[in-house]
């Protein structure tokens, strides 16, 4: 035991010594520093202290919350993007300049792009405590006092869209062709984003309040955001894999599963919880934001696909509809 001490000892004496720092004074501060807790490690009372409801109604607590939850997980799948767009490294193929190429590790690719799957799943299981955890009239009131915020300002959700995919596929399926094989910057193709038109009057076409809002706000980080990885979103850390590797079906099944995430399941929970508390009889009620909901949250009218050329004409032409049919129509066979 005593000897394992002066080897730590030693150890760390090395370590502060490399950077011209004294080991005893960081070893009085640690004779001086109180234990670590788990309430001061996971900042939980200043966690629970971030929820504000706007109104009385106790249901509107749980909105909150799982936003907020929402969020941590966005955050979680950032995370994991940065990485895979950091990941690899130049290698020369010719000995020249122009022969350099980057690599990428196919393993550390197809866990990292897991991990997203995962937290996105994780998500899309529980948005049940969305669509069946309120009580509608709860939601119906209180959702008033909220106005005009709306989910569709999430900007993480933008920032994981603009980090997986080339930007064209963000443009809206009825400008892309104009685009498509040609160089266009990204100052251009941002003005025909996709989900500007949920978020525009349906009448009048004029953006409305949230989307101005939202566009004051962040514009110019998702701009930012878009030229970072333009060389480096999960679509050109792809193609940096040989040709072997970019047919391996780890590889294809991992790209297609954050697809189906983040295109079809996401929008289509949000879709269910919209039939369930927004749809009536008399007349569907508007999203708090103004948001066509209607019109923008079915993948199938979006036609938005990451990875397009991964999938089928077939499965294309067919974006999304089997889980509307099982989870929200529930046809009758």
Not at 182 to 205: M, Q, R, S
């Amino acid at each position: 035991m005593e000897h394992q001490l002066d080897e730590k000892l030693k150890e760390l004496a090395d370590k502060y010594t490399q950077t011209g720092q004294d080991i005893n004074s960081y070893l009085e501060g640690l004779l001086l520093s109180n234990y670590l807790t788990y309430w001061d490690y996971t900042e939980v009372d200043t966690l629970l202290s971030l929820q504000r409801p706007r109104t009385d109604y106790p249901d509107e607590l749980i909105f909150i919350m799982y936003h907020q939850i929402t969020e941590l997980y966005f955050k979680l799948a950032l995370h994991e993007l940065e990485q895979i767009g950091n990941n690899g490294k130049k290698i020369s193929s010719t000995g020249k300049d122009e022969g350099w190429r980057e690599t990428l590790d196919k393993d550390f690719f197809v866990e990292r792009i897991g991990r997203v799957n995962r937290y996105f799943e994780a998500l899309t299981k529980s948005f049940e405590i969305m669509i069946n955890g309120m009580e509608k009239q709860q939601f119906l009131k209180f959702r008033m006092a909220l106005l005009p915020a709306s989910g569709f300002q999430s900007a993480q959700y933008r920032m994981i869209e603009l980090c997986s995919t080339d930007f064209i596929n963000l443009v809206d399926k009825e400008i892309r062709p104009q685009y498509q094989g040609k160089e266009a910057g990204i100052d251009e193709l941002f003005n025909f984003i996709y989900w500007n038109k949920g978020a525009t009057e349906t009448a009048t076409g004029k953006k409305t309040l949230t989307l101005l809002q939202f566009e004051k706000k962040y514009s110019k980080t998702f701009k930012q955001l878009a030229s970072e990885y333009k060389s480096k979103n999960i679509w050109q850390k792809y193609l940096s894999l040989n040709k072997e590797q970019q047919k391996d079906p780890d590889v294809i099944n991992a790209l297609k599963q954050l697809d189906v995430n983040v295109n079809i399941n996401w929008p289509l929970v949000h879709y269910k919880s919209a039939v369930r508390y927004l749809q009536q009889n008399e007349g569907d009620v508007a999203a708090t934001g103004g948001t066509n909901w209607q019109k923008y949250l079915p993948p199938r009218f979006q036609k938005r696909i990451f990875y397009p050329q991964i999938w089928s004409a077939e499965e294309i032409e067919n974006w999304g509809k089997g889980w509307v049919e099982q989870h929200v129509f529930k046809q009758q066979k």
